[in-house]
T-cell receptor, first 115, second 112 residues
Framework: DAGVIQSPRHEVTEMGQEVTLRCKPISGHDYLFWYRQTMMRGLELLIYFNNNVPIDDSGMPEDRFSAKMPNASFSTLKIQPSEPRDSAVYFC?????????????FGEGSWLTVV | GQSLEQPSEVTAVEGAIVQINCTYQTSGFYGLSWYQQHDGGAPTFLSYNALDGLEETGRFSSFLSRSDSYGYLLLQELQMKDSASYFCAVRRRDSSASKIIFGSGTRLSIRP
């Protein structure tokens, strides 16, 4: 299995631009998580899906952030408009049979810099 | 709400043993996990405790005491490659949700 695949790996964009981060979870996993990691705030859960349905988006910082999961093999996290404070590493993770354990598998992350 | 506390930094000597503690406050607790993250990399799963006691996986062990809301990760025979950040994580059940929340991480530095 290829693991969780994220793109782009690195993105530098100007303030005000739209940013779209993409994620392909591990096949067969029914949970998908988006996390943001910064030095100041650590690993924050932004939103998660179960069977393609958003379950909890209480961690999404504001209306500029949106996430979708149109099918079991693809999810996007969009920031529009982007701001310098959005600079962070964004991780997508997936898991299966969540009630039998806490094991989730992370992608390599998307390193976002907003200038 | 929920919170997890762990030390921000720990330093140890190669070949030694180190323990990283984690205390948590959460409702609907479903278990404590540990993840390792090397600089520039992604967090990777190390261990999971659903019940009280010790779980051993090679040089790494993890312990949980639900009555004390406390757990720890024990690393033995430390190697330089163990230098990384270690996160404890809890799964919390809200009314219709099941979140995995991470602590702020403990940076482990290993000296020769």
């Amino acid at each position: 299995d290829a693991g969780v695949i994220q793109s782009p790996r690195h993105e530098v964009t100007e303030m005000g631009q739209e940013v779209t981060l993409r994620c392909k979870p591990i096949s067969g996993h029914d949970y998908l998580f988006w996390y943001r990691q910064t030095m100041m705030r650590g690993l924050e859960l932004l939103i998660y899906f179960n069977n393609n349905v958003p379950i909890d988006d209480s961690g999404m910082p504001e209306d500029r952030f949106s996430a979708k999961m149109p099918n079991a093999s693809f999810s996007t996290l969009k920031i529009q408009p982007s701001e310098p404070r959005d600079s962070a590493v964004y991780f997508c993770a997936s898991g299966a049979g969540i009630y039998s354990g806490n094991t989730i598998y992370f992608g390599e992350g998307s390193w976002l810099t907003v200038v | 709400g929920q919170s997890l506390e762990q030390p921000s930094e720990v330093t140890a000597v190669e070949g030694a043993i180190v323990q990283i503690n984690c205390t948590y406050q959460t409702s609907g607790f479903y278990g404590l996990s540990w993840y390792q993250q090397h600089d520039g990399g992604a967090p990777t799963f190390l261990s999971y405790n659903a019940l009280d006691g010790l779980e051993e996986t090679g040089r790494f062990s993890s312990f949980l005491s639900r009555s004390d809301s406390y757990g720890y990760l024990l690393l033995q025979e430390l190697q330089m490659k163990d230098s990384a950040s270690y996160f404890c994580a809890v799964r919390r059940r809200d009314s219709s949700a099941s979140k995995i929340i991470f602590g702020s991480g403990t940076r482990l530095s290993i000296r020769p």
